[in-house]
């Protein structure tokens, strides 16, 4: 059966991020300059280059108060990505008005358990470094090594008979599906930064094939453990700190200093709903998602850290996200990119955009929110188009930090104050750690031009 | 008068040879003129036609499952052999199988064979003969014999004549055929009898043996047990 | 209204621990063989489960044009590039110059790579401090700077397949990684197909690849008690829907295909090996660790498949025969997955089950994880090219629960031209494929 494409909305934000869970404190975040960028808190990280991230404050965020009474034994055995997830599902959730099992476990579901898909970007969940270092601790040898054949027989048995399931990526859509009674198409995309994007695309792509009405869609991720700082520094891709910096000040996208990126916790789910389907319920969309294009660079060092100087996938995706809007660069008002402040990355970036709009490539203003929230791996597709979002909900554009009179050389991404600003449509890109990158073209939803 | 008589008499017995003779040779047109036709009934199906190409796989398969599903013990069970499944099988799957097996040659030109399922009995017609046959279960053996029925064209004929025909038809091995894998199962032909073993081993070594085969009209119904891998 | 594009499927290549080319595995397959023995790749005697399904004899140089660049690929990306090379020959995109790349997708469902376990428990029992129960994390970091190697901690992210595929086929269209669990890979596929569909791209490479023999991975399911534990000969503990089935065998490798829209396959004069008609997909939102006991989840799967090819679960085909030719079934041989896997089949297709064969080759090559569904889906793309249906391996042991046609214990010759392949994921996903003999 083919139908006409459906129309998808976003009618539903949920961002967790440094500033807090919900668009509120991440919009106020934003607006203010603010940076959480801080020390890491729960382990000396000191011995990193870059001993810092953009964390959740304890008292704002415990999952335990964003599920169901009947759930929570179950987050005992959620990793801190699944946690963030399942906050990020119930803020949208609410967001969107919706009833499901867990706002209402006796009410009838605003839109029917099988209609509704789920679709969750994913990183790679390290374990929990002191659960398994405990466990693993009475596996020894003399010269006090891993001894393969004691973990066997007796030291495995140390770990939870669910530990696996902490850290399965699937887990963040597994956890979010049960707790909301999402029984439609469900998938995990596991493509670093681009996941999100990914994410969103396949569930308009859902939506749009008629087997679901409404989709819970984002990423989330957590790479502050040990594990995570110490694949980031070895991908070359975190500042290198140094006593006296000024956290706030470390990420610096686009600015010629630039010296790499700093690491934050978070994520979002949007709730992406068919035009139909918001409109029979009678809830105005917060933004219509126009367009969504994809693209794989091929790159010279293979695992995706650079592109090739003459690679033009992300000018692919972005073209393709026009065009399925069925719009021209001239139509967007602003861009909402990577922005990770790693050279490399942000060189990407840069051509991306001076190809794509030309001469107007210094005008149009860029979004940048990698120096206030960091970068979320797998969430950072979704915290981008949920801000992106609220940008034209509340045709206001966000600050931008960093030091005075700092030049982004051919781009419109300097230190500024949040400002209002005619928005009709905004373009999201990212690329990834890998070569995977998503453009979103978000448009304004204007009920007048689609009775018309 | 004596010559009138003499005279009669040779005239009565030469037209009692005549007419004899013309009898007989009526009788041998008529019996020459039955053998042109078809054997009553033989109506095969089309081995084109798509439903009866479905019917043979299904039966086949069907076939094939019953016999190769795990049970639970040994209790009997059985399969219901209706004749248009058998003939779809016959026109479709087995000249398939015979190509399968190497035989192509040999039945290029394979006459196509069509069962009748009468009760107590089983008629093999081909566009030529109709040879019935009937079935014992003697000392582990189905023993398949010719049964009264047989005929060439619509010229019936002595099953004991069948006897002697069966010493040069060579019948595919069916069991082999329906059941790959098997070993061990010798065919043959004894004192005009085709002899089938009743066991058949199947890949796993398991046993599936014939218990039990009843005629009826228009269906064959097979019983049979499966046995466990003998011990070791 | 627009008619979607018809997919068809040009290139197949796998990757497994029975072989790593199509027909010899393929015969192997319908020999009833088994690819189970103890673990080679690190000394698991002492483990639950103590054998697994490794692929053996296997050199990915043998497939790259310049295995340079992939030096440092973990197992999972060599799986998948020795896969995919095959797939891409079979096609004949590598004699096809006019390929435009751009158009050219990717979407994997391939796992993470395979940890460094080594180094990893050195950093772990270094920064270890036994007073404070917890890592010191300066002791932690200096032992794992020193010890732990960049490039094998880049290749375990899970995307790293694709950038593998990317570079060695320069592909640049849409590119995705999902994980899925178990039902990645059929998830990958379907997606893929969907993509096709709907005009985003030309061509998909798609499939996945994984490995999770490692002593963390074996670990994990141990725990879980997902594992046979089977004493003796390791050929005979992967039991699918027998009656004393004590859980899966751990596979690896890999399943990569080429689809393509028919129109870009018939253009190029590529040979369609079969149709790819329906993809459904599903979620149980259950529980984590179980699966929906009525099977519903798995039947709603299979019913958006065949609602989307066409096909009438309830009735006999046109012709005469049951609406399905063979079912290649999930069939890990736990308990809960194969009779509820039975279930959601007699669910969908009510008194015709029993009628439709449905085998599960995990019993002869474990469990490829992420990558089983794909190597399930070239089954029966093989299936329905010889006319012949895989068996299930070790089925000796009825189960009363259990009513369908399993194939047990050897191959059986069918015609196929229709086939369905299911597989569900740990976490509640159920994907189902359905394909079909191609018909100009």
């Known amino acids: ?452 | 008068m004596s010559e009138d008589q003499a005279g009669n008499d040779r005239r009565g017995c030469r037209s009692t040879f005549l007419i004899g003779a013309i009898l007989a040779c009526l009788l041998l047109v008529t019996g020459f003129v039955l053998t042109l036709f078809q054997p009553d009934g033989h109506l095969p199906p089309s081995a084109s036609d798509p439903v009866v190409v479905d019917r043979s796989n299904i039966f086949e398969q069907e076939f094939a499952s019953a016999c190769s599903r795990v049970r639970e013990d040994e209790s009997p069970w059985a399969i219901r052999l209706r004749e248009e499944d058998l003939n779809a099988w016959l026109w479709v799957r087995l000249p398939a199988w015979v190509a399968h097996l190497g035989g192509t040659d040999a039945y290029g030109t394979t006459p196509m064979f069509q069962a009748r399922v009468e009760p107590g009995r089983v008629v093999i017609t081909t566009d030529t003969v109709a040879i019935a046959f009937r079935s014992e279960l003697v000392d582990g053996d189905l023993r398949i014999m010719p049964a009264t029925g047989s005929s060439m064209g619509r010229l019936p004929v002595p099953s004991r004549m069948v006897e002697l025909l069966m010493g040069s038809i060579e019948l595919p091995t069916i069991g082999d055929v329906l059941l790959p894998g098997g070993d061990g199962a010798t065919y043959g032909l004894e004192d005009g009898e085709l002899v089938v073993p009743a066991r058949h081993r199947l890949g796993d070594d398991r046993v599936v043996e014939l218990l039990e085969v009843q005629i009826d009209e228009g269906e064959v119904v097979l019983v049979m047990r499966t046995l466990p891998p003998p011990s070791g | 209204m627009s008619e979607s594009p018809r997919v068809v499927l040009t290139g197949i290549g796998w990757v497994t621990p029975l072989g790593c080319d199509i027909d010899s595995v393929w015969k192997k397959l319908v020999s009833g063989a088994s690819g189970m023995a103890p673990i080679t790749r690190f000394d698991a005697r002492t483990f639950p489960t103590s054998f697994a399904a490794e692929v053996k004899d296997y050199d990915v140089a043998e497939y790259l044009r310049d295995p340079s660049l992939h030096q440092h690929a973990g197992l999972n990306s060599q799986f998948a590039l020795g896969a995919a090379s095959q797939a891409w020959r079979r096609a004949g995109l590598d004699r096809f110059e006019q390929l435009d790349r751009s158009r050219v997708g990717l979407y994997l469902g391939a796992g993470e790579g395979v940890l460094d376990t080594e180094n990893y428990m050195r950093a772990n029992l270094r920064g270890w401090d036994p007073e404070a129960r917890c890592i010191d994390g300066v002791r932690w970091a200096e032992n794992a700077l020193e010890c732990m190697h960049a490039q094998k901690e880049i290749e375990q992210e899970p995307n790293m397949p694709l950038a593998h595929l990317a570079r060695e086929f320069e592909v640049n269209g849409p590119a995705y990684n999902c994980l899925t669990a178990c039902a990645a890979s059929t998830q990958a596929i379907g997606e893929a197909f969907d993509i096709i569909r709907r005009g985003e791209a030309d061509v998909m490479i798609s499939g996945g690849a994984h490995t999770m023999i490692h002593p963390l991975g074996v670990t994990g399911f141990n725990r879980l008690t997902a594992l046979s534990t089977h004493k003796g000969d390791p050929a005979e503990a992967s039991r699918p829907f027998d009656r004393t089935r004590d859980g899966f065998v751990m596979g690896e490798g890999s399943g990569i295909v080429v689809i393509e829209s028919l129109e870009h396959a018939a253009a190029r004069g590529a040979t369609p090996l079969a149709e790819i008609i329906g993809y459904g997909s599903s979620c149980d939102a259950f529980r984590i660790t179980d699966i929906q006991p009525d099977g519903r989840g798995a039947a709603a799967a299979m019913e958006m498949a065949l609602d989307q090819a066409g096909i009438d679960p309830g009735r006999l085909a046109e012709n005469g025969r049951p609406p399905i030719d063979y079912i290649s079934a999930h069939g890990t041989g736990t308990q809960e997955n194969d009779s509820i896997e039975t279930r959601a089949v007699r669910r969908v297709f009510g008194d015709l089950a029993p009628s439709i064969p449905m085998s599960s080759i995990k019993s002869m090559m474990g469990h490829l994880i992420a990558a089983a569904g794909a190597v399930e889906l070239i089954t029966c793309v093989m299936a329905i090219q010889q006319g012949e249906l895989p068996p299930t391996r070790n089925l000796h042991h009825p189960d009363p629960e259990l009513d369908l046609d399993y194939v047990p214990n050897e191959s059986r010759k069918a015609p196929v031209d229709t086939c369905l392949s299911n597989n569900f994921g740990f976490g509640g996903q159920n994907d189902t494929l359905i394909v079909t003999r191609f018909k100009g």
């Open chain 1, 1 to 452: 059966m083919t139908t006409q494409r459906r129309r998808v909305v976003i009618t539903g934000l949920g961002p967790i991020c440094t500033f807090g869970i919900g668009i509120k404190p991440m919009w106020e975040g934003m607006v203010a300059g603010a940076s959480g960028i801080r020390p890491i808190e729960s382990y000396d990280a000191s011995a990193f280059d870059c001993p810092l991230a953009a964390q959740l404050a304890a008292d704002d965020f415990d999952v335990r108060k964003l599920v169901p009474k009947t759930y929570r034994k179950a987050t005992k055995v959620m990793a801190r990505d699944i946690a963030l997830a399942v906050g990020g599902a119930a803020m949208a959730v609410e967001d969107a008005g919706l009833v499901t099992r867990a706002t209402d476990p006796d009410g009838e579901p605003t839109i029917p358990p099988s209609r509704t898909g789920c679709h969750i970007g994913a990183g790679l969940i390290a374990a929990d470094v002191n659960e398994l270092s405990l466990a693993v601790s009475t596996s020894v040898d003399e010269d006090g090594e891993f001894d393969l054949s004691k973990w066997g027989d007796s030291g495995m048995g140390n770990l939870t008979p669910l530990w696996l399931l902490k850290y399965l990526p699937n887990m963040l859509a597994c956890h979010v599906t049960i707790i909301h009674d999402c029984q439609g198409p469900s998938n995990t995309i596991t493509c670093a930064e681009a996941s999100s994007g990914l994410s969103i695309g396949e569930s308009m792509r859902v939506i749009s094939r008629g087997h679901a009405d409404v989709c819970l869609s984002g990423g989330a991720e957590c790479k502050l453990d040990p594990m995570g700082v110490l694949r980031q520094q070895f991908a070359g891709r975190l500042a290198t700190v140094r006593d006296g910096d000024d956290p706030t000040r470390v990420v610096r996208p686009f600015m010629e200093d630039a010296g790499g990126s700093v690491l934050g916790e978070g994520g979002g789910i949007l709730v992406l709903e068919a035009l139909e389907s918001a409109r029979s319920r009678g809830v105005a969309p917060i933004a219509e998602i126009a367009g969504f294009g994809a693209s794989q660079a091929a790159c010279p060092d293979t695992v995706g850290l650079v592109y090739a100087d003459d690679d033009r996938s992300v000018q692919a995706a972005i073209t393709c996200a026009l065009a399925s809007a069925d719009c021209s660069p001239e139509d967007i008002d602003a861009i909402l990119p990577l922005g990770s402040g790693i050279p490399v990355r942000d060189a990407i970036d840069r051509r991306a955009i001076q190809d794509v709009f030309g001469d107007r490539a210094s005008e149009l203003p860029l979004i940048t929110c990698v120096p206030n929230i960091g970068l979320c791996g797998a969430g950072s597709g979704a915290l981008a188009t949920a801000l992106a979002a609220e940008c034209l909900r509340r045709q206001m554009l966000p600050a931008r930090i960093g030091e005075e009179g700092a030049e982004t050389p051919g781009l419109d991404a300097g230190p500024i104050e949040a400002r209002s600003a005619e928005l009709r449509s905004i373009l999201v890109f990212t690329t990834s750690m890998g070569g995977q990158n998503t453009a979103l073209v978000l448009r304004r939803f204007d009920e007048e031009e689609v009775d018309g």
